[in-house]
């Protein structure tokens, strides 16, 4: 997921999103892969 679509699911500010973002990858519930545009966030997943 890109910021720009976790802002339209949110109605959330760029600012906002980029908090709840990092802060969901700081908590290890999303893996965050890129930079800058190319920034993605998926969801971690762990495996058995």
């Given at each position: 997921?890109?910021?720009?679509?976790y802002i339209s699911i949110?109605?959330?500010?760029?600012?906002?999103?980029?908090?709840?973002?990092?802060?969901?990858?700081?908590?290890?519930?999303?893996?965050?892969?890129?930079?800058?545009?190319?920034?993605?966030?998926?969801?971690?997943?762990?495996?058995?």
């Amino acid at each position: 997921m890109q910021k720009g679509h976790y802002i339209s699911i949110t109605k959330t500010s760029r600012a906002t999103a980029t908090r709840d973002l990092t802060d969901l990858v700081q908590k290890g519930a999303l893996a965050k892969t890129g930079t800058l545009k190319h920034t993605r966030y998926y969801l971690k997943i762990e495996t058995d």
